[in-house]
Nanobody, 125 residues
Framework: QVQLVESGGGSVQAGGSLRLSCAVS????????MGWFRQAPGKEREGVAAISPGGATTDYADSVKGRFTISRDNRKNTVDLQIDSLKPEDTAIYYCAAKRTPCQVVLGSGDYHYWGQGTQVTVSS
């Protein structure tokens, strides 16, 4: 089994920053594509960032490009999401997810095998 646990969420004023972290445990000797998703109240889940197993390739949703940075440290089995210049519309529950190789770096939620429980991000104006 693979477990994903997010942390780092909280309540922040607009313009502030947060760093979310996803700790991966279990079969961590395997390679995974990783993604960050978010779901706001009353809205569908959307992909915001994705990263390849080695970390060389990334992709971002247009709405977060330039503000969000996804990274991974495979030695520590963590995947982070640095969020800068937070906006109220970023308020959502943020989830990390993993899929085994072979995999493509895409923002869609399809084919992700494992999901974390989510961490709440609230941005006040």
């Amino acid at each position: 089994q693979v477990q994903l646990v997010e942390s780092g969420g909280g309540s922040v004023q607009a313009g502030g920053s947060l760093r979310l972290s996803c700790a991966v445990s279990g079969y961590t000797e395997l390679s995974y594509c990783m993604g960050w998703f978010r779901q706001a109240p009353g809205k569908e889940r959307e992909g915001v960032a994705a990263i390849s197993p080695g970390g060389a390739t990334t992709d971002y949703a247009d709405s977060v490009k330039g503000r969000f940075t996804i990274s991974r440290d495979n030695r520590k089995n963590t995947v982070d999401l640095q969020i800068d210049s937070l906006k109220p519309e970023d308020t959502a529950i943020y989830y990390c997810a993993a899929k085994r190789t072979p995999c493509q770096v895409v923002l869609g939620s399809g084919d992700y095998h494992y999901w974390g429980q989510g961490t709440q991000v609230t941005v006040s104006s």
